[in-house]
């Protein structure tokens, strides 16, 4: 996130150990958050699994944590609070 300059970021572990980063997009009225700009950035490279996803800085909107659930409904979904716990979503 201090590289990005952002205060969120999302990391996705897909099926085969490849991990994808991403950060929240805006651009004007457009904005993806951070849980679906890694979603894309992984399915852009063609993954067929999720094993994990983990979000910092942000939470995650029950429609977004529906999607990844619909893309796979084996991924843990994780979320970093501000104590640095892990906790499951």
Request: hydrophobic share 45%.
């Amino acid at each position: 996130m201090a590289r990005s300059n952002s205060i969120s970021a999302a990391a996705l572990r897909d099926n085969t150990g490849r991990t994808y980063v991403a950060v929240p997009v805006k651009s004007g009225d457009f904005e993806v958050e951070s849980l679906l700009a890694v979603l894309v950035v992984a399915k852009a490279s063609g993954i067929s699994g999720i094993e994990a996803i983990v979000i910092a800085g942000e939470t995650a909107s029950a429609s977004s944590i529906a999607l990844i659930k619909s893309e796979d409904l084996g991924a843990k979904i994780y979320s970093v609070s501000d104590k640095d716990e892990l906790i499951s979503l």
